[in-house]
């Protein structure tokens, strides 16, 4: 049981150069969310989904996309990077009953954009 | 909207020293939990809480739930250099299903 998995981990991007942080979980969890924390700082959701083919936006979703197509999978994109895009993002699932199970976080994808 | 604050930012405690973190929200919270980040790693979910002044504890850790459901606490007793990492409370409002993380206090214990 892998829990929830974020690939890549690491990744420098160039401005304006767009790339797709993947996201899946194996716990059959219907609830998935996209967080990312810049240095020191706490987390601001960016997307959330509470089922497959269903997504809505969170504090902070200029600049992203994401979609749900599969109850394991919630990648999201990044269209034409920008500086303030460097953080760390983290993928969060919890349970179908919702957030109140508490969430499970992936490891993290760290990206820089130069 | 929503917004979760805590207090302190930083906290620097000698090894077997107490620790606590506070956590106040803008509105009242269905519920709050509590979630511990070790420098470098992801956050992990520790405790959640539903009622109105409930007290919960984990071996050295006890979380309060305020009785207005506003506030909430972290209390560590002994502190060891393990419980080294950011401390993050997280509540969800009365009329939305999303988590809304506070702003963390990163503890540090000093052997």
């Known amino acids: 049981n892998a829990g929830v998995t974020q690939t890549p981990k690491f990744r420098i991007l160039k401005i304006g150069q767009s790339m797709t942080l993947q996201c899946t979980q194996d716990?059959?969890?219907?609830?998935m969310y996209w967080y990312r924390q810049d240095p020191g700082m706490g987390l601001k959701l960016i997307y959330y989904?509470?089922?497959?083919?269903?997504?809505d936006k969170g504090e902070v979703p200029n600049g992203y996309n994401v979609s749900r197509s599969t109850t394991e999978d919630f990648p999201l994109r990044l269209e034409l990077a920008a500086p303030s895009q460097t953080s760390v993002y983290f993928c969060?699932?919890?349970?179908?009953?919702?957030?109140?199970?508490?969430?499970?976080f992936g490891s993290g994808t760290r990206l820089t954009v130069v | 909207g929503q917004q979760v604050m805590q207090i302190p930012q930083y906290q620097h405690v000698q090894e077997g020293e107490d620790f606590t973190t506070y956590c106040n929200s803008s509105?009242?919270?269905?519920?709050i939990q509590w979630y511990k980040q070790r420098p470098g790693g992801h956050p992990v979910f520790l405790i959640q809480?539903?009622?109105?002044?409930e007290v919960k504890k984990q071996k050295r850790l006890t979380f309060q739930f305020g009785e207005a459901k506003k506030n909430s606490s972290l209390h560590i007793t002994a502190t060891q250099t393990t419980d080294v990492g950011t401390y993050f409370c997280?509540?969800?409002?009365?009329?939305?299903?999303?988590?809304?993380f506070g702003t963390g206090t990163r503890l540090q214990v000093f052997p």
């Open positions: 809480l539903v009622k109105s002044g």
């Open positions: 716990m059959n969890h219907n609830y």
């Open positions: 969060a699932s919890s349970p179908f009953s919702g957030p109140q199970d508490g969430y499970t």
């Open positions: 989904s509470v089922g497959a083919g269903i997504t």
């Open positions: 509105t009242t919270l269905s519920n």
């Open positions: 997280a509540g969800i409002g009365l009329v939305t299903d999303k988590l809304i």
